[in-house]
């Protein structure tokens, strides 16, 4: 199990990162746009990686390449929210595809996803962190080398604990 906790460090076995986190810290996700990171325990249920910036990523969880038209809807309104959709879309959105490294490797957690709650909070990611580690608006952010060493390790079963 990786262990995310609130002092800002993620551990795996014998690996320990800082991490980044939301704003608002670890609490328990109460709506969309709170800058939390969700207490609780949390399964991988996919990964997406730039292909044209990591070229070599070993894991055996299964890879989705992030495309242009790639983006996830945050719009709780729309029957689509919490979930991946094709730009471009008037519906509220975060761009897969970035300008920034951000989202080069993304491991979408299955918060908020079944059944998925409208206005409850969406992608709950484990992503790429700024260089500085800056807060992020509720997911989970180490640095790129650091998530391509952890995702070498961890199997399609591993759990995240936060707390």
């Given at each position: 199990m990786?262990i995310?906790k609130?002092?800002?460090?993620?551990?795996?076995?014998?690996?320990?990162?800082?991490?980044?986190?939301g704003?608002?810290?670890?609490?328990?996700?109460?709506?969309?746009?709170d800058?939390?990171?969700p207490?609780?325990?949390?399964?991988?249920?996919?990964?997406?990686y730039?292909?044209?910036?990591i070229?070599?990523?070993?894991?055996?969880?299964?890879?989705i390449?992030?495309?242009?038209?790639?983006?996830?809807?945050?719009d709780?309104?729309?029957?689509?929210?919490?979930?991946?959709i094709?730009l471009?879309?008037?519906?509220?959105?975060?761009?897969?595809f970035?300008?920034?490294d951000?989202?080069?490797?993304i491991?979408?957690?299955n918060y908020?996803i079944?059944?998925?709650?409208?206005n409850k909070?969406?992608?709950?990611?484990?992503?790429?962190?700024?260089?500085?580690?800056?807060?992020?608006?509720?997911?989970?952010a180490?640095l790129?080398?650091?998530l391509i060493?952890?995702l070498?390790?961890?199997?399609?079963?591993t759990k995240?604990?936060?707390s």
């Amino acid at each position: 199990m990786i262990i995310v906790k609130k002092s800002g460090y993620l551990k795996y076995k014998n690996l320990k990162f800082q991490c980044a986190l939301g704003k608002a810290g670890i609490k328990n996700k109460k709506m969309e746009g709170d800058n939390i990171t969700p207490k609780g325990i949390f399964e991988i249920i996919k990964i997406y990686y730039r292909a044209d910036k990591i070229k070599d990523i070993r894991t055996s969880i299964k890879k989705i390449k992030i495309k242009k038209d790639m983006g996830w809807c945050d719009d709780p309104n729309s029957r689509f929210y919490n979930k991946q959709i094709k730009l471009p879309t008037k519906l509220g959105h975060e761009k897969l595809f970035r300008n920034d490294d951000l989202y080069d490797l993304i491991l979408v957690l299955n918060y908020n996803i079944n059944p998925i709650i409208k206005n409850k909070g969406s992608a709950i990611f484990l992503h790429v962190a700024t260089k500085n580690l800056d807060n992020t608006k509720g997911c989970i952010a180490i640095l790129k080398k650091d998530l391509i060493a952890l995702l070498a390790k961890i199997k399609k079963n591993t759990k995240i604990k936060v707390s």
